[in-house]
């Protein structure tokens, strides 16, 4: 019995000696000058520089000093007079005066009549956990505080973490964007460790084309970077345009696999850039008078040599002609005359309102005006129409005549675009976002493709038989005077939406 005792405490004396913690053995002499060190194993001597030789038989008070937390000293001394078990942190010092942070427990050892003897401290240095923690916590008041988005997210494209501005985007920023389509649905709030199950391209970024989101997958699998430009996810056309690099991010811990862990994407908002420079554009193309001239030139030629063929051929036979020949000839030239008219009535457009008188317009209403004006229209090419506002008053900042020219324009394109297709519609929907006010235009319509999309904006582009080209260039032209955009996004087959970006004004009284 002796002997097993003898034995154990051997093995307890030697195991002790191999543990990663501190271990600090006192007897229990709460009275000053307090309990003395009666064991101390080979980590307390890492830990302290302190031999067991210069400690025992005196304090612990020895590793205290002037940034030793009192208060926690303080509950210390109580907590053992109780005999109850003791949990703390504080700053303690090596031998040499250098300060550490040691996290520590202290439990009372009783002898088996259950009077405290001893008490026995475990203690471990974490100074480098505080410092990895203070530094992570800087780090994420960085991040909490920036005005760019972040975005982490692994593998599989799950979200990881975003941080404040990307949460405020979505979730507080777009007035009236359906809530269904962003990260507020998923979690109330992302907090980090709380992160919406949402995939990255397709809940909150969202690449430009598929080609891009390819190319984006592509770059990433091969664990490189890739920059370029993302819309932030929404309803059709999205107004936020997010300058955006992505970055991969490996996980030191696991080394030689060569996979990231996982990706972060760093988004700067750049529509306002955007939207100045479209502004900017539109009016350079508008004013390059030479591009309109030569075009002008072009149009008109055609139309008035067919004219002068048909007149000269009619003067020169007119005896000899049947009649109806001649009708067919004069029909010719009419249908001609008709359509430089035409021609002359669009390019009114470019210097019909040269300076367009902003006034605040009321949406609804005006929308409704409008539509009721081209019902008849509609309801003859079988095209339905409707129109939703995500507020219940949307006041813009914008002219009248022209906003109802711009719009015509577009309807009057989605309806040559919706001829012979099945269930034709026409929606507008206008949402507020921030000081503008955006109104998307959809048809469901045969749509633009690629290669079209990048031309449509300029003088004389036209893919119609009778088409000036000129609808939309005096539509962004007029936009543009408005201080608004005008931007287009469209798959071939599906259907076209134009949304026209307006400020918006303070509501009218
Ligand atoms: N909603 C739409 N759906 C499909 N294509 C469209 C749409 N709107 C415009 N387009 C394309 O853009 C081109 C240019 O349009 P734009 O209004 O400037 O000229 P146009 O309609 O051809 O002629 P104009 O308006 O002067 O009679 C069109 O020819 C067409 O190819
Ligand atoms: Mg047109």
């Known amino acids: 019995m002796v002997d097993s005792t003898t034995a154990n405490q051997g093995l307890l004396a030697s195991a002790t000696e191999h543990l990663d913690e501190s271990v600090l053995i006192t007897d229990a002499v709460l009275e000053l000058p307090g309990p003395r060190i009666v064991y101390v194993n080979r980590a307390f001597t890492r830990m302290t520089g302190y031999a067991p030789e210069e400690v025992l038989g005196k304090t612990p008070r020895i590793l205290q000093g002037p940034k030793t937390d009192r208060a926690v000293l303080d509950r210390l001394r109580a907590q053992l007079a109780r005999g109850v078990r003791f949990e703390g942190q504080t700053i303690n010092y090596r031998k040499d005066g250098a300060p550490f942070v040691i996290r520590w427990y202290i439990e009372a050892l009783r002898d088996t009549d259950g009077v405290i003897r001893h008490f026995m401290a475990v203690q471990r240095d974490v100074t480098e956990q505080i410092r990895d923690s203070r530094h992570r916590r800087r780090l994420e008041t960085a991040l909490a505080r920036s005005s760019s988005l972040v975005v982490m997210f692994d593998d599989a494209g799950a979200l990881l973490y975003c941080n404040a501005a990307c949460d405020k985007l979505i979730n507080g920023g777009r007035a009236g964007w359906p809530r269904q389509n962003t990260v507020a649905k998923q979690s109330a709030r992302s907090e980090p460790g709380n992160v919406p199950k949402q995939k990255i391209w397709q809940g909150v970024l969202r690449p430009r084309s598929r080609a891009t989101l390819n190319e984006i997958r592509l770059q990433l699998r091969e664990a490189t970077s890739w920059r370029g430009e993302v819309e932030l996810r929404d309803g059709a056309a999205s107004p936020l345009l997010l300058d955006t690099v992505v970055v991969p991010v490996f996980d030191e811990l696991v080394p030689g696999n060569g996979r990231p862990d996982c990706f972060v994407a760093i988004a700067v908002d750049i529509t306002r850039n955007r939207r100045l420079e479209a502004i900017a554009e539109a009016h350079n193309l508008a004013d390059s008078v030479g591009y ?218």
Request: glycine share 8%; hydrophobic share 45%.
């Open 292 to 509: 309109v001239f030569a075009g002008i030139r072009h149009e008109l030629g055609n139309p008035i040599n067919s004219i002068k063929a048909a007149v000269t051929l009619l003067h020169e036979n007119l005896s000899s002609l049947p009649a109806e020949r001649v009708d067919s000839y004069l029909e010719r030239v009419l249908g001609e005359i008709e359509r430089v008219e035409y021609l002359l009535d669009a390019l009114r457009g470019f210097s019909l309102f040269q300076a367009p008188e902003l006034e605040p317009i009321d949406l609804g209403p005006f929308l409704d005006r409008f539509i009721s004006l081209i019902q008849t229209d509609l309801d003859r090419q079988g095209v339905s129409t409707s129109s939703e506002l995500a507020e219940p008053v949307l006041v813009v900042h914008a002219d009248p005549r022209a906003l109802h020219q711009v719009l015509l324009n577009l309807v009057t394109n989605a309806i040559d675009a919706l001829a012979g297709r099945p269930n034709p519609a026409i929606s507008f929907a206008a949402r507020g976002f921030g000081e503008h006010v955006y109104l998307a235009i959809a048809d469901n319509g045969l749509g633009i493709s690629d290669e079209d999309a990048v031309n449509i904006f300029r003088p004389f582009f036209s893919t119609k038989h009778h088409g000036s080209g000129l609808g939309l260039a005096i539509s962004r032209k007029l936009v543009s005077q408005m201080n608004g955009t005008l931007e287009v996004e469209s798959r071939v087959r599906r259907g076209t939406t134009f949304t026209l970006g307006l400020d918006r004004a303070p509501k009218a009284p």
